[in-house]
């Protein structure tokens, strides 16, 4: 009898582990393979994105499941204060998100950080607060009132999809007066699958902070992320992966979008990943005066080049973490030889890339004089 019971307890603490595991545990992380830069920590951000408690499809925990297995280090839950179809199953409460999530969060290395979508038709359209510590005081009719409330806790603010609603779009009044009081710093260039061009133009006019975020509604259907296929989003340089830490890089501008096989960002941050992600190694001149040489690419965005310069191949690609050998004729020389190329999918502003010169040393020849002597 005491082998049985003994069998019997040995099965029932495995079924509780088993019950007790989470779906989780199936689950990979896939890694995000950008560098760090300019003694920066790159971190990888989707700081717009819904649940159950206002109109999308999921509970708060699932978008925490979802980042950590697509390789995000940060998210921003932001739901609606003025929009909740569900509110007859899910009563309203604006903190609530964050709180469900925030021990998933922990548990799983993910930065949580509590927000809100500030939700107003067009003219002046949507924004998201974040790093609040409480979203209620923000429920109020009056837009500057909300907004304000929202800076008095040290919030940062950005101007969401400002090309929505195509017949409506445009810089408004509304929109000047936000920002002279400097309560909207950043601007989602990209929202989803859609870019937006003039938005583009006014980030860098206005030295807003480039925002790209999902904004996702639906459950994330990405098994995992890869470079051909993973969700728009704000790489933030930042000291550390702190809450402090990333509002200091948001406040600044330190940001750069990673959109389908594109980045958009300021020319700095842009030059700055590319330098840091690509190497020229194997350089090797030939008897016939060519010079030979392979460009890696350890990003998880390919390179697509347009030769500017007088040197090298007219087109070149380099896939995510590929090497590509390069080869071309030049002249003799004392000094580097300069092949001047633009990046057009580092967009440094609308309809234009990221210039850049790859520098090869030029050929040593060593000559060696012999003296001679003769000797009587
Ligand atoms: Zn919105
Ligand atoms: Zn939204």
Request: charged letters at 25%.
């Amino acid at each position: 009898m005491r082998y049985v019971s003994r069998f019997r307890l040995i099965r029932v603490s495995m079924l509780v582990i088993v019950l007790a595991t989470p779906a989780l545990l199936a689950q990979t992380r896939q890694e995000i393979q950008f560098p760090d830069i300019m003694g920066y920590r790159t971190l990888k951000c989707d700081l717009h994105t819904h649940t159950v408690f206002s109109d999308a499809a999921v509970w708060p925990t699932v978008r925490v499941d979802e980042a950590w297995r697509e390789g995000l280090d940060v998210i921003s839950i932001t739901d609606h204060i003025e929009y909740q179809p569900h509110r007859g199953d899910i009563p309203t409460n604006h903190n609530r998100p964050y709180e469900i999530a925030l021990p998933r969060a922990k548990s799983l290395g993910i930065l949580l950080i509590r927000g809100t979508e500030i939700t107003r038709d067009t003219p002046p359209g949507h924004f998201n607060a974040i790093f609040l510590d409480d979203v209620v005081p923000l429920d109020t009719k009056e837009l500057l009132d909300c907004m304000a409330a929202a800076d008095k806790q040290g919030a940062f603010i950005w101007w969401n999809h400002p090309d929505w609603i195509p017949d409506k779009k445009g810089w408004f009044d509304i929109h000047t007066t936000l920002y002279e009081k400097k309560y909207m710093r950043g601007i989602e260039v990209v929202n989803g699958d859609d870019y937006y061009p003039d938005v583009h133009r006014w980030a860098l006019d206005k030295n807003l902070t480039f925002m790209g975020n999902t904004d996702i509604h639906s459950p994330s259907m990405l098994e995992k992320s890869t470079p051909d296929r993973h969700r728009s989003m704000t790489l933030v340089f930042a000291r550390e992966k702190t809450l402090p830490a990333l509002k200091e890089a948001l406040m600044a501008g330190r940001t750069t979008v990673w959109y389908q096989n594109q980045l958009i960002g300021r020319p700095e941050y842009l030059r700055a990943i590319f330098d840091a992600a690509t190497d020229v190694t194997d350089i090797d001149y030939t008897q016939d005066g060519s010079v030979r040489f392979a460009l890696r690419n350890d990003a998880d965005v390919p390179l697509e080049m347009e030769r500017t310069g007088r040197f090298g191949p007219k087109s070149v690609t380099v896939p995510p973490h590929a090497v590509r050998l390069i080869q071309a004729k030049v002249p003799s020389s004392e000094t580097a030889h300069r092949f001047e190329y633009v990046v057009d999918n580092f967009r440094a502003a609308p309809g234009q890339g990221l210039a850049v010169c790859l520098e090869i040393p030029p050929q040593i020849t060593i000559e060696i004089e012999v003296e001679t002597q003769t000797v009587n």
